[in-house]
């Protein structure tokens, strides 16, 4: 294969159009001025990069700056990792591993956020530079009438549908409120909103523009497609997020889902625990269909793992491998105190447990479990018990689940 001398920089608000190109080839869609207003929307000086091989842009990759609730729960800044690519004719040769390398070095170099956290287009992509699977997401595809389980709790306030310029500024309020509570829920600004609420005419797949279900305490967010077969009417609800701060909301704005004249199906993307499937009266008519979520890197060790809670006191010590980052190389002491407050420390004390930085990212956020990832030979137990005290130490409030993609 053909070598080249690959360079990298941080990208001008001139050369954004040249950062659509290459993004849109990678994830193999045309070029539009819809990409292009969206990214400019997003950039950032400084933190969207550009890997060059000669004057030719051949790879991105962008920082956009978010924060992100973790166990405890708490807020706390995150770099979110997003507009990766690589020209087709330069793959494997070097231009990702320079762009992640420029990018956690830079974090740490700057004493920026301490850990990151992406989306992956396919799963095998980012384990090599210290990503851990942190969360999983579910689609729920159910049957338009689905009954709830009796004595299901709802509200007496009424869902109403609004207008998209009345609706906004409510939704914004509701998910300021609700968000912080949320593991792996992002704090939503402009550009969040933007995306999240998109809705040109060629982004609908064949669907309505989006509709919005308003209640006091929460709202859905949804699209429709109408159809019909020999059976009948067979429309579809294709839900894109609710949001509630209730229970009762919650269940309220679902029978409201739920009940959509002239639909056979209703779907929607959520976390693996959602209290959806304990409102139904079927579970097993839940047709539930499990992928990959948010991927965290904890950039530097001892700072990330000081921003966030922790299930019960712990103390313990940790042999980490990291071959990109070496300066989370070593042993560590967590120490957890009976607040769920850690401090961690570099010692020379034995090591209780052995691992890698990839396996610290996926327990980061409590939703993948020590002990799950030592039953599959990723985590050395060094100390009789230690694995299941750092397990129940790392758990979270609930089973994180990130409400968007960036």
């Not at 990151?116 to 396919?122: P, Q, R, V």
């Not at 969360?135 to 549908?161: H, I, M, N």
């Not at 609700?178 to 600004?189: H, K, Q």
Request: glycine share 10%; hydrophobic share 45%.
């Amino acid at each position: 294969m053909e070598s080249c001398a690959l360079t990298i920089r941080p990208l001008t608000e001139a050369e954004l159009p040249a950062f659509v190109a290459v993004l849109c080839e990678s994830f193999l869609t045309d070029h539009t001025e819809l990409w292009l207003d969206f990214v400019r929307s997003t950039f950032e000086p400084g933190r969207l990069h550009g890997v060059f091989d000669d004057t030719r842009l051949v790879g991105t990759g962008q920082i956009l700056t978010k924060q992100l609730t973790v166990p405890g729960p708490r807020v706390t800044p995150v770099a979110a990792v997003s507009g990766v690519s690589v020209a087709a004719d330069h793959r494997r040769r070097g231009a990702l591993s320079l762009l992640m390398r420029t990018q956690l070095h830079g974090l740490h170099e700057s004493g920026g956020e301490p850990f990151a956290a992406l989306w992956a287009s396919e799963s095998r992509i980012y384990g090599r530079f210290g990503y851990g699977l942190a969360s999983q997401t579910c689609r729920y595809s159910l049957l338009k009438g689905a009954d709830f389980r009796p004595g299901t709790p709802t509200s007496a306030d009424r869902v109403r549908e609004l207008p998209r310029a009345e609706a906004i500024p409510l939704l914004e309020a509701i998910y300021q409120k609700v968000a912080p509570s949320r593991i792996g829920w992002l704090t939503r600004g402009v550009a969040g909103w933007a995306e999240t609420l998109a809705d040109n005419a060629d982004m609908r797949d064949g669907m309505s523009s989006l509709r919005f279900a308003l209640h006091p305490e929460g709202y859905a967010v949804y699209r429709t497609k109408g159809g019909r077969d020999e059976r009948g009417p067979n429309g579809t609800v294709s839900v894109v997020e609710v949001v509630a701060g209730t229970a009762q909301a919650y269940a309220t704005l679902w029978r409201h889902l739920l009940d959509m004249d002239l639909a056979r199906t209703v779907d929607v993307r959520l976390g693996i625990d959602d209290a959806l499937v304990h409102l139904v009266a079927e579970p097993m008519n839940v047709v539930r269909t499990l992928s990959p979520g948010l991927w965290v890197r904890l950039v530097d060790l001892d700072r990330a793992l000081t921003t966030r809670g922790y299930r019960t006191p712990v103390d313990l010590v940790l042999q980490v491998g990291d071959a990109l980052c070496p300066w989370n190389a070593g042993r560590w002491r967590l120490h957890v105190d009976a607040t769920g407050q850690a401090e961690v420390t570099r010692t020379n004390s034995d090591a209780d447990l052995a691992l890698d930085i990839v396996e610290l990212g996926a327990v980061f956020l409590g939703g993948t479990r020590l002990s799950t990832l030592a039953a599959a030979g990723r985590v050395h137990e060094l100390t009789e018990g230690a694995v299941a005290r750092a397990s129940l130490a790392f758990l979270g409030e609930q089973i994180p689940s990130c409400a968007e993609v960036f």
